[in-house]
């Protein structure tokens, strides 16, 4: 069974249809990436699977447990974070305050401190700025907050939306290399990338996604080398 099964979702604005039908799983310890143009449904079927949307028909399974419509917070306490695009930190607190929010479905304090440490271990710069407001944190520095908040809720899935955005080529890596590690240690991720080159060349498998529908699936590097593919995400 995988830890994530998406069964058939579709998801409305108002009169749009912008998911139409999609299906698609991930299995535990796993990097599985969404591709496709702006527009194709990417952040929709993030923002679906993590309580913010509704589909109007279909399931999402996680460890074997529907939660479709199950609101966000119980979804987190199921063991799903999510990253958002754009970072959504709190700009206002400060880079501590924001990884305790991280914590907020938990009580365990002795293992919280203990998360708080490998947090700033895993992101050193945030600990040099613990007290600083997170909105004045740089672009790159921003993304390592929301990264780190996500993980303060120790998350089985961790479910990522355009990491890259707005980043130089030099932090893109770095962060990417930052999610491969993530991974490496027990972490599962569901990736939603623009970056196409970068998500393939760490992920296991991908899907991609065109107005809403997936059109293509399979290996990571085999979808890498598709001509096809190469030619409409990869700029080959």
């Known amino acids: 069974m995988a830890m994530l099964e998406v069964k058939d979702i579709n998801v409305y604005y108002g009169a749009i249809h912008a998911i139409k039908g999609i299906s698609l799983s991930v299995e535990e310890g796993e990097i599985v990436t969404l591709i496709g143009a702006n527009g194709a449904g990417k952040s929709t079927t993030l923002r679906t699977i993590s309580g913010l949307l509704k ?3 279909g399931a999402i399974n996680f460890l074997g447990k529907n939660i479709a419509g199950m609101p966000a917070h119980k979804i987190v306490r199921e063991g799903i974070s999510q990253v958002p695009e754009g970072r959504r930190i709190f700009a206002e607190m400060s880079v501590l305050e924001n990884l305790e929010l991280g914590a907020f479905t938990r009580n365990d304090s002795d293992e919280i401190k203990k998360d708080m ?3 700033f271990g895993r992101f050193p710069r945030l600990k040099e700025r613990i007290s600083q407001q997170a909105g004045t944190l740089s672009g790159g520095e921003q993304q390592m907050l929301a990264m780190g908040r996500a993980l303060m809720s ?3 899935l961790l479910l990522l939306d355009e990491p ?7 932090l893109i890596r770095e962060i990417f290399s930052i999610i491969a590690d993530i991974n490496k240690t027990g972490t599962t991720v569901l990736l939603v990338e623009q970056n196409a080159n970068m998500a393939l060349s760490i992920a296991n498998r991908a899907y991609v996604l065109e107005t809403g529908r997936i059109t293509l699936s399979g290996d990571a590097k085999e979808l890498a080398a598709s001509e096809d593919v190469r030619k409409a995400y990869l700029g080959g």
Do not use: C, D, I
């Open 154 to 156: 120790r998350p089985k």
């Open 117 to 119: 440490e490998m947090v």
């Open 164 to 170: 890259s955005m707005g980043l130089a080529p030099l």
């Open 55 to 57: 589909p109007k028909t």
